[in-house]
T-cell receptor, first 115, second 117 residues
């Protein structure tokens, strides 16, 4: 199993540009999570999906952020327009059934730098 | 709102020695889970150990064990026989066991552990 696959690993963009982060969860997992890690705020849950349906997006910072999961094997997190304060490491994670039943598997993250 | 606090930004230990990382949390919930995750320089988040709040017995996983004090809302991680590969950032995390809280982990700020040869 290749694990959770995120791309790109690094992204550098200019303020105002659109950024799309991609995630392929582990095959068979039915829950997918997007987390953001910064020095100031630590790890924060942005949004999570269950069976491709968004369950809770209360962690999404503002309307510039959007996430989709068109099928069980793919999800995107989009920032439009991007701002320097969006610079962070963005993690995707997946699990099978409730996290209580199985560990949460994280990808290696995408380091986003907005200049 | 639930909060998780790790009061030690950095810790260091000599190889083969024992080190304890601290974590406290604040919640009004009675049924929850606690976790320790390890994040090495590769950025991968690795589950180290898990504790169910309803269990009084402390969880152990090989060289890793926890001291869970529910009344004090404390959840420390002990690493015995420290190895160079234990060098990483360690995160304490809390999860409500009730309802449909699938992945709403609340993380602490992290503790950077360095193991010296």
């Amino acid at each position: 199993d290749a694990g959770v696959i995120q791309s790109p690993r690094h992204e550098v963009t200019e303020m105002g540009q659109e950024v799309t982060l991609r995630c392929k969860p582990i095959s068979g997992h039915n829950s997918l999570f997007w987390y953001r890690q910064t020095m100031m705020r630590g790890l924060e849950l942005l949004i999570y999906f269950n069976n491709n349906v968004p369950i809770d997006d209360s962690g999404m910072p503002e309307d510039r952020f959007s996430a989709k999961m068109p099928n069980a094997s793919f999800s995107t997190l989009k920032i439009q327009p991007s701002e320097p304060r969006d610079s962070a490491v963005y993690f995707c994670a997946s699990s099978f059934r409730r996290i209580l039943d199985s560990p949460l598997h994280f990808g290696n993250g995408t380091r986003l730098t907005v200049t | 709102a639930q909060t998780v606090t790790q009061s030690q930004p950095e810790m260091s230990v000599q190889e083969a020695e024992t080190v304890t990382l601290s974590c406290t949390y604040d919640t009004s919930e009675n049924n929850y889970y606690l976790f320790w995750y390890k994040q090495p320089p590769s950025r991968q988040m690795i589950l180290v150990i898990r504790q169910e709040a309803y269990k009084q017995q402390n969880a152990t996983e090989n060289r890793f064990s926890v001291n869970f004090q529910k009344a004090a809302k404390s959840f420390s991680l002990k690493i015995s026989d420290s190895q160079l590969g234990d060098t990483a950032m360690y995160f304490c995390a809390w999860l409500n066991a009730g309802g449909t809280s699938y992945g709403k982990l609340t993380f602490g700020q992290g503790t950077i552990l360095t193991v010296h040869p």
